[in-house]
């Protein structure tokens, strides 16, 4: 039985809960629906508003929190804004479900930690959607890097450029501290890049330092009480040193999450608007590779969902990560499935970026 096949021995066809109905709630719902999860229910801000988003979700009942974890589903989803993940979360614990979390886990370290404490404690499942990990070429550059083909790590060179809030008409719950966390633009984009860059790289961040830029100090006639860019300089556990740029103003950039390894025999390059191709660097010469599973590294071939030609992306990444999820509730232990402990580790690098960029120095993370 394959890791991308909805009815798993022991719990039937699984029953899928959601809390909030935004931009996140549509991608998992679409994830879920992928996987042959019945799509149970759905609470929100409001009982209106959860209404609403049933319907255009195609979730079964709408109802309240209590009515929510009250209810028959295995795994609850929590898609809604930051603040509220780690307190809603704990819930979901609490009821003993399953929970897939969004990121940031948390707003905190101590929090983060807080909650995956809970889920060893109560033996459930809990996975935050680092979801570039299911490109099929992101798992190609992770085997390849793994099996020595690149040699020793010297330096990385990544980013994660977008343009949504490039003007200071654009506004959204994020820019402020009380919804959206200290941290915006690396919690929300920087975390996945450095999730990224030590899955595939096979070792950890250990030092680094920072310099954030907040250029509105108002969206929407509220205060900017966060970043929006930060630049990180980081060395790996191995001395591998890097840069690393994010930014939500970046003009015309939407969705450049770039990843670049640089070893002592040759180079790869993941570019997740291009998440077909891997290039590879040589001295003596370049090359793009193509996604394709008959001549991929062992273990790779099944994040291919789709056949050669037809271009996998970004939700078929996310039906990657739910079917993983949804596996491993079954008893099955997925390679590379993201859980608290990675949510745990980017809430981490996030407190050790905002303390660098404070006060001006290296800071040593813990492995």
């Given at each position: 039985m394959t890791t991308t096949e909805v009815t798993h021995t022991g719990i039937g066809?699984?029953?899928?809960?959601?809390?909030?109905?935004?931009?996140?709630?549509?991608?998992h719902t679409r994830a879920a629906r992928a996987a042959g999860a019945v799509l149970a229910g759905i609470a929100s801000s409001s009982p209106e508003r959860a209404a609403v988003a049933a319907a255009e979700l195609g979730v079964e009942r709408?109802?309240?929190?209590?009515?929510?974890?009250?209810?028959g589903s295995e795994v609850v989803h929590v898609c809604t804004p930051n603040s509220t993940h780690a307190p809603l979360a704990l819930r979901v614990i609490e009821a003993?479900?399953?929970v897939i979390c969004e990121k940031p886990l948390a707003t905190s370290l101590v929090d983060a930690r807080a909650l995956a404490s809970a889920a060893r404690e109560?033996?459930?499942?809990?996975?935050?959607?680092?979801?570039?990990?299911?490109?099929p070429m992101v798992r190609e550059a992770r085997a390849r890097v793994l099996a020595g083909?690149?040699?020793?790590?010297?330096?990385?060179?990544?980013?994660?450029?977008?343009d949504w809030m490039l003007l200071p008409s654009d506004d959204d719950w994020r820019a402020t501290s009380d919804e959206g966390g200290p941290s915006r633009a690396f919690a929300d984009i920087g975390s996945h890049l450095c999730d990224l860059l030590e899955f595939v790289a096979g070792e950890r961040i250990v030092r680094l330092t920072a310099r954030t830029r907040r250029a509105f100090a108002e969206r929407g006639g509220r205060p900017v009480q966060n970043e929006d860019a930060v630049a990180i300089l980081v060395e790996t556990a191995s001395g591998a040193i890097g840069t690393l740029l994010v930014s939500q103003m970046a003009a015309g950039r939407k969705n450049a999450l770039t990843l670049e390894l640089h070893g002592t025999r040759e180079s790869v390059r993941f570019d997740q608007e291009r998440p077909e191709e891997l290039w590879i660097g040589r001295r003596e010469g370049n090359r793009q590779l193509f996604r394709d599973p008959q001549n991929a590294h062992p273990g790779v071939a099944r994040f291919s969902r789709l056949p050669v030609g037809h271009a996998q992306?970004?939700?078929d990444a996310f039906n990657g990560f739910v079917a993983d999820v949804y596996a491993a509730i079954a008893g099955e232990q997925p390679d590379g499935l993201p859980t608290f402990d990675d949510g745990v580790r980017a809430a981490q690098l996030t407190e050790a970026v905002l303390l660098a960029a404070?006060?001006?120095r290296w800071i040593e993370v813990p492995v």
């Open positions: 066809t699984i029953r899928s809960g959601f809390l909030g109905g935004g931009f996140m709630a549509q991608a709408a109802g309240t929190i209590d009515e929510l974890l009250a209810g003993g479900k399953h109560h033996g459930v499942v809990a996975a935050v959607p680092f979801v570039y990990r299911y490109h083909e690149i040699g020793t790590l010297l330096t990385v060179d990544c980013g994660y450029l977008q992306g970004y939700q404070r006060e001006e």
